[in-house]
């Protein structure tokens, strides 16, 4: 079956540092997503990404964070000067369509990035 | 964010028995309800759905009831089995194709063998 994948699936860095995180959406699918589960807390939804755009935000996605679909199969997230507070899992996601026909709404998502600031 | 909510941190069934898991929302525009399961180290997993045009959708083990007038969602598992001892994600969106979707704080699900 396939499935989403992330890497790394730890990363520690020290706080103002750049971190790029990966993912590859499942193949055909057309809308990608971000979120994140700080430790003990709900996901939450960070971006999404349609047609080489974002279609959506929220609140938590500011000017830190980029979005990138750099080539057919990769999805990153990028957070230019890290903070504590950015410690958490983050989650990518995809929905759409899939050659063996499926659901356009049910979202798939990756293992995780566990990414801590220190 | 308290959209989609889930009183229920924990909930404790023997095996065989029903396990029902509680979900409330407040957004009248959300069209689309989501179940999702969660191991430990994993990703969210997507359960069963169901579109808000319908009261009931069943897969298997797995039926969730959908009453709008309550804003009140349920999942039901029978019978319940000592695999399906995780974290349930209760989740809710609007529009079609790519929004964001609003998840609640969990309930984690013990099954007692």
């Known amino acids: 079956e396939p499935e989403v994948t992330q890497t790394p699936s730890h990363q520690v860095t020290q706080m103002g540092q750049e971190v790029i995180l990966r993912c590859v959406p499942i193949?055909?699918?057309?809308?990608f997503y971000w979120y994140r589960q700080i430790l003990g807390q709900k996901v939450e939804f960070l971006v999404s990404?349609?047609?080489?755009?974002?279609?959506?935000k929220s609140e938590i996605f500011d000017d830190q964070f980029s979005v990138e679909r750099p080539d057919g199969s990769n999805f990153t997230l990028k957070i230019r000067s890290t903070k504590l507070e950015d410690s958490a899992m983050y989650f990518c996601?995809?929905?759409?369509?899939?050659?063996?026909?499926?659901?356009?709404?049910?979202?798939?998502f990756g293992p995780g990035t566990r990414l801590t600031v220190l | 964010d308290q959209q989609v909510k889930q009183n229920s941190p924990s909930l404790s069934v023997q095996e065989g028995r029903i396990s029902i898991l509680n979900c409330d929302y407040t957004?009248?525009?959300?069209?689309?309800f989501l179940w999702y399961k969660k191991y430990p180290a994993e990703g969210p997993t997507f359960l069963i759905s169901?579109?808000?045009i319908k009261d009931k959708n069943e897969d298997g083990r797995f039926t969730v009831f959908l009453n709008k007038s309550a804003k009140h969602l349920s999942l039901h598992i029978v019978p319940s089995q000592p695999g399906d001892s995780a974290v349930y994600f209760c989740?809710?969106?609007w529009g079609t194709g790519g929004f964001k979707t609003i998840f609640g704080a969990g309930t984690r699900l013990f099954v007692k063998a």
């Open positions: 989740a809710a969106r």
């Open positions: 957004n009248s525009m959300f069209d689309y």
């Open positions: 169901i579109s808000s």
């Open positions: 193949s055909n699918h057309l809308y």
């Open positions: 990404f349609y047609n080489n755009e974002i279609s959506e």
């Open positions: 996601a995809s929905s759409g369509l899939w050659a063996s026909g499926g659901s356009t709404d049910t979202q798939y």
